[in-house]
């Protein structure tokens, strides 16, 4: 039996929490590896020496579990391997920032002999679904750091000063060794302090935070994110090396995420008409536009219809709060690439025919006057 025949049987027994076939195979596995590739066996047998006696298998290869509550004994962080992903889609000002970032992260000692500290904190901010997390993710695999993320769920505690002490706790953690924690939801625990209504809480978490931001060791990465930039102290700001906005997608990002969705894609007609999809998706955010690709994709297969037929139709179902104008150029496109009929465009966007036809006309009239 070959290796590769070995995973599909290791992935339906950790699904199903079945530990004896899990061992079964890892068992087998060690055996089959030992030879030709003893690294990948001795991590596998020290995962399976860690579970053995009920420990955190993430501690066989030197990361600890997180810190815990002290009443509730729940873990207040999430902490991950770090894991190679692709780079993320970005404005050439973003890419050109995390460029920089990495570069002096990697050149530590000689920004250090130089009497310099290499960056690093930064603050992302901007609108839902931009990409902030994956953008923290992708840089702990960068660096190889394991990856912390504050649980806000187990951290916030309506005890006076019990938040404060939680959340002191997981950047204490993250401060042992080289880490990245992501604090997302950032204006949750860094509000400004000028909130009458608080009763002192409030500002001993930003207090701590702005300590431990002054004080934060280079081994280490500290990542915060928001959707509400505004909500922030102002004395939180200075403190990040980095604070990056992270925009809605232009059109030339559009096309990059809608290129990689459907990278495998060999219909030359759907690659034309990715471009036309990357002006007609303005407004969307990344994650939209991956949630629009996946859900065009699993229709294409189970119905077996035209992929690209089918994008469009799930495109109209994003444009529930788009402006007329988008209606107006999303009709004319679509009657032109698949000579659909009025009532067709109309089901396609839940209008009636009669707005679909002035969509159609508006559009035709200004174009016969250019």
Excluded at 323 to 348: G, H, M, N, P
């Amino acid at each position: 039996m070959s290796i590769e025949s070995y995973i599909p049987k290791l992935v339906r027994a950790s699904l199903d929490n079945d530990h004896r076939t899990v061992r079964s195979i890892c068992t087998r596995l060690i055996r089959r590896l030992k030879d030709s590739h003893p690294d990948v066996a001795k991590e596998i047998a020290d995962a399976l020496a860690y579970h053995g006696i009920g420990a955190n298998t993430l501690r066989s290869v030197g990361i600890d579990g997180g810190p815990l509550d002290a009443e509730s004994r729940k873990s207040l962080a999430v902490v991950e391997e770090p894991v190679d992903v692709n780079k993320p889609v970005l404005s050439v000002k973003v890419e050109r920032l995390i460029d920089d970032f990495i570069a002096e992260r990697e050149q530590a000692p000689k920004l250090i002999a130089a009497g310099l500290n290499p960056p690093s904190s930064i603050l992302l901010y901007g609108p839902p679904g931009v990409g902030k997390t994956y953008l923290a993710n992708y840089l702990s695999g960068v660096f190889k750091l394991k990856f912390v993320t504050l649980d806000l769920a187990t951290s916030i505690s309506s005890y006076l000063g019990k938040t404060g002490q939680n959340i002191k706790s997981v950047i204490d953690y993250a401060r042992q060794e080289p880490s990245l924690l992501f604090l997302d939801e950032f204006d949750a625990v860094a509000k400004k302090r000028d909130d009458m209504s608080d009763l002192g809480e409030l500002k001993r978490i930003v207090n701590v935070l702005l300590k431990e931001l002054e004080d934060w060791p280079s081994h280490s990465i500290l990542m915060a994110a928001t959707n509400h930039p505004e909500l922030l102290d102002r004395a939180i700001w200075r403190r990040f090396d980095r604070t990056i906005e992270l925009e809605l997608p232009g059109e030339n990002e559009r096309l990059q995420l809608l290129q990689e969705q459907f990278q495998d894609v060999n219909d030359d007609r759907t690659k034309n008409l990715l471009l036309i999809l990357a002006n007609l998706t303005e407004g969307l955010s990344c994650a939209d536009v991956c949630k629009l690709s996946e859900r065009a994709r699993r229709k294409a297969i189970i119905s077996n219809e035209d992929l690209t037929r089918i994008i469009f139709q799930e495109l109209a179902s994003f444009t529930d709060k788009r402006e007329t104008i988008f209606y107006k150029k999303f009709s004319k496109v679509a009657r032109d690439c698949f000579q659909l009929s009025v009532r067709e465009l109309a089901d396609w966007l839940g209008k009636p025919p009669s707005t679909v036809q002035y969509y159609l006309k508006d559009k035709d009239e200004k174009e016969r006057n250019k």
